[in-house]
């Protein structure tokens, strides 16, 4: 995988968890000094929030832990994380999250706890997913609520990764070496 190869298609999970871990390591110091990669994250931490608040007040996060106890289902099942791309993930070692050694569920997403998901910055299919019964027991006014925090969740982690690729690739050359004058 190049510098700038950050799909790295056709990578295992744990493959590209370590390319995420070779990219933070070689750029992680240098992507945190960077002004506008500081913004995102400080923005992408409040809209994570402000998501997770959201979903509380509309009763969405008691009707999961609900459906987990009574009928074992988490909808975080097992081959999802193979949508993560490696600057996803280490969009979540710059947010000082830890990726996932080994899966905890044999039948669950890769990146899923005892405590629900690990990761700060998640794919937009995690974020916008509502499931069918969520959608229809939601007053109208709590599902737009909820589907506007989200929006906004998932247009900054856009951006956020954006401005790690750009970085990124403003500084290396057509090979992925990186520029002697990057800084
Ligand atoms: S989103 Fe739906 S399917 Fe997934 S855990 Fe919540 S209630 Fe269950
Ligand atoms: S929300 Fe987290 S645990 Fe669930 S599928 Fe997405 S990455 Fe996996």
Redo the contacts with the bound molecule.
């Keep these: 995988m190049t510098a700038t190869d950050f799909s790295a298609a056709g990578l295992s999970i744990t493959e590209k968890i370590e390319a995420a871990h070779a990219l933070f390591r070689k750029w992680g110091d240098r992507l945190l000094k960077d002004i506008s990669v500081r913004e995102l994250i400080a923005g992408l931490d409040l809209k994570v929030i402000a998501s997770r608040k959201a979903m509380l007040d509309a009763g969405?996060l008691s009707?999961?832990r609900?459906?987990?106890e009574d009928?074992g289902?988490?909808?975080?099942g097992a081959g999802i994380e193979n949508k993560y791309d490696v600057a996803l993930l280490a969009a979540n070692l710059l947010m000082g999250m830890t990726l996932a050694a080994e899966r905890c569920f044999q039948a669950g997403c890769f990146f899923l706890g005892p405590e629900g998901c690990t990761l700060s910055a998640r794919h937009t299919l995690c974020v916008n997913?509502?499931?069918q019964?969520?959608q229809k027991a939601l007053a109208l006014d709590d599902l737009v609520r909820v589907q506007n925090t989200i929006g906004d969740e998932m247009d900054t982690t856009f951006l956020l990764i954006e401005a790690i690729k750009k970085y990124i690739r403003d500084r290396s050359d057509t090979t992925g070496a990186t520029s002697s004058t990057s800084r």
């Design positions: 969405i009707a999961c609900r459906c987990e009928e289902g988490s909808c975080c997913f509502l499931c019964p969520i």
